[in-house]
């Protein structure tokens, strides 16, 4: 398989590419429409053809590329079932494993940061979206997160995979690019070691973080697969630019 780590550094958003090498055929795992033209030069570099984008769950702080990736490629919009979305094309269930080509990717719900949220295994690797975050995980005050939830979301469902599993986080803040489950099983401090969900209850109802810049148009506009709002502020209009690069991990 074909894989590349690709960074888009304005919302720190991890998209990942994986290639089918028999059928040319690609999937991208929550791409971001200010880095489309990154994406593309990379799948015309790798001579791999995009067959679908691959959404973890509505994200508050970027505009997916899902709807600009399908008008420009004819690629497929994946994004899970629960969500309802009426732009996608393919609705992602618990058990249902996506194919693309000689890939297969296996759904597991992982709510708790959304009501929504799916990671995807694969072989070795497992994409967490922000459900698991290296060292840390996705916060639960907003889109019907939930605290509980997500505590039963990463231990009971992602903490459950083998230990030498990879973990693949949909965001980094501090330039990091790859975990295992063992890691994170030892380490997390919000989840790891012997946490208890009373005491992951009581963290994340005290992060006291501030109100997402973005989310008032992410939300919508990443409800319709994509869409840049017309209403966007000119200090917000970076959002939806297209960026001149946008460094690869």
């Known amino acids: 398989m074909i ?16 290639g089918c090498e028999e059928t040319g055929r690609a999937v991208l795992i929550d791409p971001v429409i200010v880095a489309v033209e990154r994406d593309l030069a990379e799948l015309a570099r790798l001579g791999l053809t995009l067959a679908c984008t691959l959404e973890t769950h509505i994200h508050a702080d970027h505009i997916t590329g899902a709807l600009e990736l399908k008008e420009r490629t004819g690629s497929r919009i994946a994004a899970p079932a629960c969500d309802r979305l009426p732009c996608t094309d393919i609705g992602i269930e618990q058990g249902t494993p996506l194919l693309v080509g000689g890939i297969a990717l296996q759904p597991l719900h992982t709510p708790g940061h959304t009501a929504g949220h799916f990671s995807y295994g694969s072989g070795e690797r497992v994409f967490t979206g922000d459900a698991l975050l290296i060292e840390g995980c996705g916060r639960t005050d907003f889109q019907d997160g939930d605290a509980d939830t997500l505590y039963h979301s990463v231990r009971e469902t992602l903490f459950a995979l083998p230990d030498e599993v990879l973990v693949y986080p949909a965001h980094d803040y501090h330039g990091r690019h790859v975990s295992s489950i063992a890691q994170e099983k030892m380490r997390n401090p919000r989840l790891g070691g012997e946490r208890t969900l009373e005491e992951f209850r009581h963290l994340m109802a005290n992060l006291k973080l501030p109100y997402p810049t973005f989310i008032d148009y992410a939300v919508p506009g990443n409800k319709q697969c ?16 297209q960026m001149a690069a946008s460094p690869q991990g």
């Not at 780590?5 to 994986?18: D, G, H, V």
């Not at 994509?226 to 630019?241: I, K, M, T």
Request: glycine share 4%; aromatic share 18%; charged share 20%.
């Open 3 to 18: 894989f590349r780590q690709l960074f888009e550094p304005l919302s720190s958003t991890y998209t990942y590419l994986l």
């Open 226 to 241: 994509g869409v840049c709002p017309c209403d966007l502020p000119d200090e917000l209009e970076y959002y939806c630019r």
